[in-house]
């Protein structure tokens, strides 16, 4: 009966009409793969990619600059073209903005970086400054998985965000999704040692934090588009609800294939990700202009998924 009751919740959130408004604010972003920045890109894939944004609302670029060495730092020899990308960006793509796209696993769920220590912190602070150095516009934060509640995560975002506001440049995170239901990112640790979901507390306090954040809200094995498209809604007004208007919020569409038991290809799509995001927009802050949608990944959207992100939302 419970998940008979949570697929009636969900279809119901589906329900309707989006919104007329609810429409691009200008403010997307897109992930790109590290090919940007590695030496395997040229001056006719950038432009390449200025006819792919034409006519969007992008505005942020988040590269693939990393990944972090478990201890925080990166070595230079990650991204060799980095200063290459963002010269050729600003050049030719006025008015978007390039953020080096930093991340790594954790722990104790991995064998990664510990951002409970604050010797890596620091160097995490360290490494952000050397990125900032070669001219990005931004950090882009992508650490996975992130307990709810962990204090360090939000000492790393305190500590990096002095640096970031010193330069005038941006802070932004990629963000879990919210728990569907009160207290299940605790029920997740207690059977699977595995922290899914943000309380909704916790993703406000990291919200306050940055400049922008990012939901990465696909994987959610939802089995069918209007399943996606209601927890797509549902998860758009629970993250409206505690992100102050100054805060970039972006809803993440799945721009990849998978088919697993956390992600059904057929349902979480562009198209019902962008009809759920609108649906939760218009009913909860539809006049809100820090909003937008972020694209998950260059490498592997297909021109449907262009399409689809064109005609929903710009």
């Given at each position: 009966m419970p998940v008979a009751g949570a697929a009636v919740f969900l279809r119901l959130e589906d329900a309707g009409s989006p919104s007329d408004t609810a429409r691009t604010?200008?403010?997307?972003?897109?992930?790109l793969g590290h090919a940007w920045v590695d030496g395997r890109k040229s001056d006719t894939d950038i432009a390449q990619l200025g006819i792919r944004l034409a006519g969007t609302g992008i505005k942020d670029l988040y590269v693939h600059?990393?990944?972090?060495?478990?201890?925080?730092?990166?070595?230079?020899?990650?991204?060799?073209?980095?200063?290459w990308f963002i010269d050729a960006v600003h050049r030719t793509l006025p008015g978007i903005r390039v953020q080096a796209w930093l991340g790594d696993v954790l722990a104790p769920e991995f064998d990664g970086l510990n951002a409970e220590d604050s010797t890596t912190r620091?160097?995490?602070?360290?490494?952000?400054?050397?990125?900032?150095?070669?001219?990005?516009?931004?950090?882009?934060?992508?650490?996975?998985?992130?307990?709810s509640g962990s204090t360090g995560y939000l000492?790393?975002?305190?500590?990096?965000?002095?640096?970031?506001?010193?330069?005038?440049?941006?802070?932004?995170?990629?963000?879990?999704?919210i728990d569907p239901l009160p207290?299940?990112?605790?029920?997740?640790?207690?059977?699977?040692?595995?922290?899914?979901?943000?309380?909704?507390?916790?993703?406000?306090?990291?919200?306050?934090?940055?400049?922008?954040?990012?939901?990465?809200?696909?994987?959610?094995?939802m089995p069918t588009r209007s399943l996606y498209g209601g927890y797509l809604a549902q998860q758009t007004t629970l993250?409206?609800?505690?992100?102050?208007?100054?805060v970039d919020l972006l809803m993440g569409l799945p721009a990849f294939r998978a088919d697993d038991l956390g992600h059904h290809a057929s349902a979480e799509t562009v198209a019902a990700a962008i009809r759920?995001?609108?649906?939760?927009?218009?009913?909860?802050?539809?006049?809100?202009?820090?909003?937008?949608?972020?694209?998950?990944?260059?490498f592997t959207a297909t021109e449907q998924d262009w399409a689809d992100y064109r005609s929903g939302w710009s």
């Open positions: 604010r200008d403010r997307d972003a897109l992930w600059t990393g990944p972090l060495e478990n201890d925080g730092t990166l070595p230079a020899e990650l991204y060799p073209q980095a200063r620091d160097h995490v602070v360290t490494t952000s400054t050397q990125v900032l150095d070669l001219g990005f516009d931004g950090i882009h934060f992508d650490f996975e998985p992130v307990r000492t790393i975002l305190e500590q990096v965000r002095a640096v970031t506001s010193a330069r005038r440049a941006l802070l932004s995170v990629s963000a879990p999704v207290g299940l990112h605790s029920l997740g640790l207690a059977l699977f040692g595995h922290g899914k979901w943000w309380s909704q507390a916790y993703f406000a306090q990291v919200a306050r934090r940055v400049d922008q954040i990012a939901v990465m809200s696909y994987d959610t094995a993250a409206l609800q505690v992100t102050a208007p100054s759920g995001v609108r649906l939760g927009l218009g009913r909860t802050d539809r006049d809100r202009r820090a909003f937008g949608v972020a694209l998950y990944v260059d």
